[in-house]
């Protein structure tokens, strides 16, 4: 809580589409090509071109607005936003602006300060992306219209976040929803998801709100927090010395940590919108709706509530494995192999991340198939194998695509059960380590872990630790 002034904050979130073709034309949006290599006469703006929409952008949206408990709007239009720049070779953005797909929908966070918390979404609606400046040298710039025509869903928020934490919430809730839905990849290096904040500041219990101002270039969790904090002392600093707090878009340079003025903020009626005359009015009928409601993933919050109440595992376990959909995917597929849900969240958090961490891969890629990993569990299951042994199994299925009993076979690490030969292994560390032996019959608990590793190392790894454990306090009381 700021101690000066009550903190407004309202986002707006541009998320960039997963569709293989743009939102009016055919052209591909692959990130990376050559600069104007996927163009036409429609993302071009040339006189005559008129725009088809894309389909899959609509359930896209509709996915979106569903996901974030909007209303799905019967009716929609697409209007025509002007303004002049260089990389809009129209002239204007197609968007919506009266008559928006989505509206009054709500994405509710978990904040230290509150608790679980309520943030409204104003609308969602469709539009096309700008082209990309290119600036070389500083004296000269140029014009890459590959982004152009880029499907995007503008989600804006109502200004319900009250500190630059309230805002990370809202976004990694937001985030994490539209990648589990496939609508987007979320990489925001590469602007698959990107925001502006609005900043503003009042005294406390004041009800109007203050003059706002809009911050721009943010690329990352830790740069938005980090504007937004910059910001808002900025404004309080400003205010506390006699000043006002202009209603301007301000860029935020990351090397520097501080924002910096770059226009005067618009308002709608500057844009001139008026719908658009080469599209038609969007209707979106019930059965539609239904339809790609029917097709909607369980979403974090379901997963995150049904792992904890229908397979027990323990909060955050379950936070870490719903986090990705991908990874929950690999989960539960192990877990309907296997049947042991904390065992297998135990592997899935612990060798399986981390490798996946260690090869920089996503988990799509594991070469450890979740049959191959319950192939494993197995072996430890029937004490063919020890907890330890079967890390060096994973390593080794990880390297050869092999099955856990292939690599067992042939690498000879099956577990040693055999009472007799265990026990003659013990009879030996006890006769080299005496001393520490008669500290263990005296009370020193602890020493039981150092007698039943150095079995496990005289043994090669091999020797069940359980039986290294009985036999050993068999002969404790047998003294």
């Given at each position: 809580?700021?101690?000066?002034?009550?903190?407004?904050?309202?986002?707006?979130?541009?998320?960039?589409?997963?569709?293989?073709?743009?939102?009016?034309?055919?052209?591909?949006k692959?990130?990376?090509?050559q600069?104007?290599?996927?163009?036409?006469?429609?993302?071009?703006?040339?006189?005559?071109?008129?725009?088809?929409?894309?389909?899959?952008?609509?359930?896209d949206?509709?996915k979106?607005?569903?996901?974030?408990?909007?209303?799905?709007a019967?009716?929609?239009?697409?209007?025509?936003?002007?303004?002049?720049?260089?990389?809009?070779?129209?002239?204007?953005?197609?968007?919506?602006?009266?008559?928006?797909?989505?509206?009054?929908?709500?994405?509710?966070?978990?904040?230290?300060?509150?608790?679980?918390?309520?943030?409204?979404?104003?609308?969602?609606?469709?539009?096309?992306?700008?082209?990309?400046?290119?600036?070389?040298?500083?004296?000269?710039?140029?014009?890459?219209?590959?982004?152009?025509?880029?499907?995007?869903?503008?989600?804006?928020?109502?200004?319900?976040?009250r500190?630059?934490?309230?805002?990370?919430?809202?976004?990694k809730?937001?985030?994490?929803?539209?990648?589990?839905?496939?609508?987007?990849?979320?990489?925001?290096?590469?602007?698959?998801?990107?925001?502006?904040?609005?900043?503003?500041?009042?005294?406390w219990?004041q009800?109007e709100?203050?003059?706002?101002?809009?911050?721009?270039?943010?690329?990352?969790?830790?740069l938005i927090?980090?504007?937004?904090?910059?910001?808002?002392?900025?404004?309080?600093?400003?205010?506390?010395?006699?000043?006002?707090v202009?209603?301007?878009t301000?860029?935020?340079?990351?090397?520097?940590?501080?924002?910096?003025?770059m226009?005067?903020?618009?308002?709608?009626?500057?844009?001139?919108?008026f719908?658009?005359?080469?599209?038609?009015?969007?209707?979106?009928?019930?059965?539609w709706?239904?339809?790609?409601?029917?097709?909607?993933?369980?979403?974090?919050?379901?997963?995150?509530?049904?792992?904890?109440?229908?397979?027990?595992l323990p909060a955050?376990?379950?936070?870490?494995?719903s986090?990705?959909?991908?990874?929950?995917?690999?989960?539960?597929?192990?877990?309907?192999?296997?049947?042991?849900?904390?065992?297998?969240?135990n592997?899935?958090?612990?060798?399986?991340?981390?490798?996946?961490n260690?090869?920089?891969?996503?988990?799509?890629?594991c070469?450890?198939?979740?049959?191959?990993?319950?192939g494993?569990?197995r072996?430890?299951?029937?004490?063919?194998?020890?907890?330890k042994?079967?890390?060096?199994?994973?390593?080794?299925?990880?390297?050869?695509?092999?099955?856990?009993d292939?690599?067992?076979?042939?690498?000879?690490?099956?577990?040693?059960?055999?009472?007799?030969?265990?026990?003659?292994?013990?009879?030996?560390?006890?006769?080299a380590?005496?001393?520490?032996?008669?500290?263990?019959?005296?009370?020193?608990?602890?020493?039981?872990?150092?007698?039943?590793?150095?079995?496990?190392?005289?043994?090669?790894?091999?020797?069940?630790?359980?039986?290294?454990?009985?036999?050993?306090?068999?002969?404790?009381?047998?003294?």
């Open positions: 809580m700021n101690p000066r002034y009550e903190v407004v904050i309202g986002l707006e979130v541009h998320v960039q589409l997963t569709t293989k073709t743009k939102i009016f034309c055919s052209c591909s692959d990130f990376g090509q600069p104007n290599s996927q163009t036409c006469p429609v993302c071009l703006g040339l006189p005559g071109a008129l725009p088809v929409l894309n389909k899959q952008v609509v359930e949206a509709i979106a607005g569903l996901a974030t408990n909007c209303q799905i019967p009716r929609s239009i697409f209007a025509r936003k002007n303004y002049f720049y260089p990389d809009l070779p129209k002239g204007y953005q197609i968007s919506q602006f009266e008559l928006p797909i989505c509206e009054h929908g709500c994405l509710k966070i978990e904040t230290e300060e509150d608790g679980l918390k309520k943030i409204g979404i104003t609308r969602i609606h469709m539009e096309e992306d700008a082209g990309k400046l290119l600036h070389s040298d500083g004296s000269s710039s140029s014009v890459d219209l590959n982004r152009a025509c880029t499907p995007l869903l503008e989600i804006v928020s109502e200004p319900d976040m500190s630059a934490d309230d805002a990370i919430a809202y976004l809730q937001l985030h994490q929803t539209v990648v589990y839905l496939g609508v987007c990849d979320g990489n925001m290096e590469e602007g698959s998801f990107r925001c502006d904040a609005n900043v503003s500041i009042r005294p219990g009800v709100l203050g003059t706002r101002a809009e911050l721009k270039n943010l690329n990352s969790f830790r927090k980090q504007a937004i904090e910059y910001e808002v002392e900025r404004q309080a600093d400003l205010i506390d010395e006699g000043g006002k202009v209603q301007e301000r860029l935020f340079d990351a090397d520097s940590g501080t924002t910096r003025s226009r005067g903020k618009e308002e709608a009626h500057d844009y001139r919108y719908p658009d005359p080469d599209l038609v009015p969007l209707v979106v009928s019930d059965d709706i239904a339809a790609v409601r029917d097709g909607l993933p369980e979403l974090p919050a379901a997963k995150l509530a049904r792992y904890q109440e229908e397979l027990g955050y376990d379950a936070g870490v494995i986090a990705e959909r991908e990874v929950a995917e690999y989960f539960e597929a192990l877990v309907a192999l296997h049947g042991n849900a904390k065992l297998c969240a592997w899935v958090m612990g060798d399986v991340l981390r490798s996946l260690e090869k920089a891969i996503p988990v799509t890629e070469p450890v198939s979740p049959e191959q990993l319950a494993v569990l072996r430890i299951d029937d004490n063919t194998i020890s907890g042994i079967a890390k060096t199994v994973f390593d080794e299925i990880w390297q050869t695509g092999k099955t856990a292939q690599v067992i076979d042939e690498k000879g690490l099956k577990q040693v059960s055999d009472t007799g030969a265990i026990e003659a292994i013990l009879d030996e560390v006890i006769a380590n005496q001393g520490q032996f008669e500290e263990l019959k005296g009370g020193k608990e602890k020493l039981v872990g150092f007698f039943v590793g150095q079995v496990m190392k005289a043994s090669k790894g091999k020797a069940n630790p359980g039986m290294v454990n009985q036999l050993l306090q068999k002969k404790l009381s047998a003294e």
